[in-house]
């Protein structure tokens, strides 16, 4: 299956989107994969041109193309003495991660002036990561059940900080979608010799220690967070507890990060952005629905392309119907695991990912379904593209998916119209993740990955440089 490379998005483009496709009607509040075969169904149409010529061929032979495709350690009880510490002695809980001792060169972290367009802005939760190793014992004592995710309340965020004094743990600005931003972001430095992406996040921090924690921590790692701090407000925590098994207990304290509103900030933001990115767990948050239709609708008002992260699969259970509203209509790149895509669909777990994959890709342009060690799937018009496993000696699975949707966006961003390849850099990405400790893509890592597809691009003569 032969696939034409085309050439990358100029820095001023913006990213017009058409596509034919079929939905549930606004008014009903059943599932569009129900709608598509009963007889009376509800339908709405967006009206575009042909992506692919030719009966079942992918090919793309232009950026028109793939536009339409596509795009503390506290020493406080009762919870107080996090909130009462300031920046300086946050920066200094346990170890460092990785984002304190790499650099990377791209827009000035410093800088007061914006790009003219963000190449991505992600929209999700800012939670700042608390993680530690304890034992059996440590978990037992505080009542908690190994292995589970569960929302705790002030108080008990500061009983588990009190408990944790002493131990070894790190702080960093944790979340899916922040992995996912800072390896593009990495991915896209200036050391490949190409325009350094542009890449933001927007979502909801307090105006309190954490939040100037969180902020800082995504600048170094060269991601813009632009929300304004909201006063008075709490930053929200997880923290992680890893059991020598390797197995983590997660306690999530949400705080201000429960509340993301749409206001004129946001709205200036998304219409001067190319790629606007959704992250899965924000379906979770009360009222939130209404924040990501109007955000999805000013994207696609704007000519940005629309990606939904799923994030987890019992969040897509819940809110059904909800994701389905927003996939249906606006999405036009849906990023998921093997078992949150058979959710999407109601298949049984005994259906192939590669069912699931050609079934979502009938209600959205592009799908990205990653099925562990098994390999991934690209899913387009009804059709999908198996992308084989990256070899890897795993070391820590967690941040996988993550990585694994920075490569697609990543090679979206720089022109990639070879899917294959595209995946094909993105299950290398994944595995370079997975084959070290911690959910980050290392710096050297991303430059070296970016080296390597900017030489391949350049083998097969396409111009990797920005032009007019």
């Keep these: 299956m032969a696939l034409s490379l085309l050439s990358p998005i100029p820095t001023s483009a913006s990213l017009s989107f058409t596509l034919s496709a079929i939905t549930a009607s606004n008014t009903s509040s059943l599932s569009p994969l129900y709608s598509l075969y009963h007889p009376y169904g509800s339908f709405r149409t967006r009206t575009a041109t042909s992506i692919f010529g030719g009966s079942g061929s992918l090919r793309i032979d232009s950026m028109a193309d793939m536009r339409q495709l596509l795009v503390c350690r506290s020493g406080g009880g009762g919870g107080g003495g996090l909130d009462d510490m300031d920046e300086g002695q946050i920066e200094r809980i346990g170890v460092h991660d990785e984002d304190d001792d790499e650099s990377i060169q791209g827009h000035s972290i410093n800088s007061s002036s914006s790009p003219e367009r963000w190449d991505v802005l992600g929209l999700g939760q800012a939670m700042v990561d608390f993680s530690g190793v304890v034992d059996d014992e440590f978990l037992n004592k505080l009542g908690l059940e190994k292995g589970t995710r569960k929302l705790i309340n002030h108080e008990e965020r500061g009983k588990v900080l009190q408990a944790m004094d002493g131990c070894s743990y790190k702080a960093a600005a944790g979340g899916s979608l922040s992995n996912t931003l800072v390896a593009l972001a990495r991915l896209g430095c200036q050391s490949t010799g190409d325009r350094p992406l542009n890449v933001a996040m927007a979502g909801s921090i307090g105006g309190d220690p954490l939040g100037s924690f969180y902020r800082t921590k995504l600048r170094r790692a060269n991601v813009d967070f632009l929300s304004a701090p909201i006063k008075d407000g709490t930053t929200g925590t997880v923290i992680v507890l890893t059991t020598p098994d390797a197995q983590r207990t997660m306690l999530a304290y949400q705080g201000t990060s429960s509340v993301v509103n749409y206001d004129s900030c946001l709205a200036s933001l998304i219409s001067k952005t190319n790629v606007f990115v959704v992250e899965g767990y924000l379906f979770e948050l009360p009222d939130t629905i209404r924040t990501i239709t109007k955000a999805c609708e000013e994207a696609h008002r704007n000519g940005a392309l629309v990606a939904v992260t799923a994030s987890d699969v019992s969040c897509i259970e819940r809110h059904y119907d909800d994701f389905w509203d927003i996939v249906g209509n606006y999405a036009d790149i849906v990023f998921a695991n093997s078992d949150e895509a058979r959710a999407f669909c109601h298949f049984s777990a005994e259906e192939s990912p590669i069912s699931a994959t050609r079934y979502m890709s009938h209600f959205v342009p592009f799908v990205s379904v990653t099925d562990g060690i098994n390999g991934s799937y690209i899913g ?89």
């Design 380 to 468: 387009v018009k009804g059709e999908a593209i198996y992308i084989p496993p990256s070899p890897c000696v795993p070391v820590d699975t967690c941040g996988a998916g993550d990585a694994y949707a920075s490569g697609i966006l990543y090679g979206i961003l720089r022109g990639v119209s070879d899917l294959k390849g595209m995946g094909d850099l993105a299950a290398t990405i994944a595995a370079t993740v997975v084959g070290q400790q911690g959910t980050r893509l290392r710096v050297q890592d991303a430059v070296e990955l970016a080296r390597s597809q900017a030489f391949r691009l350049n083998s097969s003569g396409v111009r990797t440089d920005i032009g007019s």
